[in-house]
């Protein structure tokens, strides 16, 4: 467990997806950095939780049910994080969909359609909305939550591909566009994570879909999946926290408009 610091004192991080394993993970590691927190996400049993761990390292937190495919949940939810703590100074856009598994000429309609609804409209939500607050102060630090099937492209992943390779454009549209105002925009990209309930979930729907890139047996599915990886291992949820900090502190003042892939990703 990362000792605790007050690197981040003062600050305010809001995340998004921040009940998931991977907005919680990060929520607890700022926090530990000192950074107050804002919570959201659309788990209201979920978050109640999250918000009693993440206060327990001291700091105030606090969590917010949104949709942030609700452009006008988002303002309001947003009004109401600066109207509580006076302020956001770090974003970690996290909130996701996998979707549905399937060959693209197969892939159901209204998953592709939701997949982009949450992960690319969703995303873009809640940057420009909180961006626009960062630009009126002239400082910001932003990390999104892409992954490397945003620069692989997995076979049968045709709308989580899609969303992906999204928002590592996104990223560098608006690093650029940013940049002026001193907020950099960076992106991160896990890998294969594990284990868990979604590394089963991919290696369970890959194996049913049948295609030539897989086998059909789960068992040797996760031996390829794991196979194609240089480390040839998945990543743990908690080597993402320590590059989401490192994206937002001053460590990376340089760093902006850049994926980092996590956990054996090559880009």
Known sequence: ???KSARFSGRVALLTGAAGNIGLACAHRLARSGAAI????????ALQAAEKAVAAHGVKARS???DVTDIAAVRDTVAAVVAEFGAIDFLFNNAGYQGAFAPVQDYPEDDFARVMDINVRGAFHVLRTVSQHMVARKFGRIV???SMAGVQGPPNMAAYGAS????IGLTEVASKDLAPYNIRVNAIS???MGPGMMWDRQVELQAKVGSQYFSTDPKEVAKQMIGSVPMRRYGSIEEIPGVVEFLLGEDSSYMTGVNLPIAGGIL
Do not use: G, R, S, V
């Not at 804002?38 to 049993?45: F, G």
């Open 190 to 192: 896990p890998a294969f």
């Open 38 to 45: 804002a919570l959201l996400d659309m788990n209201a049993q």
């Open 64 to 66: 917010y049910m949104c």
């Open 164 to 167: 992906k390779f999204a928002i």
């Open 1 to 3: 467990m990362t000792e």
């Open 144 to 146: 999104n939550t892409a």
